[in-house]
């Protein structure tokens, strides 16, 4: 829809406003990368983990050398072999590891710590960084006005399935929905509650 947009009316987004379906990291390097749009998505965060031991958020990752740095200040480095086609792995070194006195907080159970990276994590990591600022509220406010009309049209309108079939018909149904909508705006907005009548008492 970016594409053809752009193809046909010579526009282009500034940022990209959407829920975190959309946030898969394919996706978001799509985004960052080949289009230069900004995404105002939120990014769902695998990562954390719940057993007390330090999450991937605990290490800090350094672009320049492509290492990560964990909490012990020692570098986890990757092969750069991409395992099932999307994740590198950063390992410590088991010596460093053995001798660490921080080893029961970090991998209790693994002889040493390893830290997977998504490889478009590069562009999940623009996304995050947008989330918090005004910018990004004002987003989402917008996102939410836009999903309560959606909502309107399937619950009030009964627009939950097409009845039209092809793309024209989709097309069709919902230009003839949509103006619905903005009719039932319009009156609600235009209209005036009667003045209150006064109230006489002899
Ligand atoms: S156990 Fe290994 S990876 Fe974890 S903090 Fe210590 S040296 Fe770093």
Known sequence: MIERT??????KPERLVADTAYGAAPMLNWLVEEKGIAPHIPVFDKSKRGDGTFSRS????????????????KRLGTSG?????????YRAS??????????PQCCPKEPSRKIPRDIHEHARDVARSFAGTEGFEQSRRER?????????????????RLRLR?????????????????????????????????????
């Not at 395992?83 to 590198?88: N, S, V």
Request: hydrophobic residues 40%; aromatic residues 6%.
């Open 6 to 11: 752009e193809e046909r009316f010579g526009l």
């Open 58 to 73: 605990d290490f800090r990752y350094d672009a320049t050398d492509n290492v990560y740095h964990c909490p012990g200040g």
């Open 81 to 89: 072999t991409v395992h099932e086609g999307k994740t590198l792995l």
């Open 94 to 103: 088991k010596l460093d590891c053995d001798v660490c006195p921080l080893k």
């Open 144 to 160: 939410k006005k836009i999903e309560m009309r959606f909502a309107h049209l399937k619950r009030i309108l009964k627009l939950g």
């Open 166 to 202: 092809g793309p024209g018909g989709a097309q069709d149904e919902f230009v003839l929905a949509a103006i619905a909508q903005n009719l039932r705006r319009l009156a609600s907005l235009v209209a005036r509650p009667p003045p209150p009548q006064a109230l006489c008492l002899a």
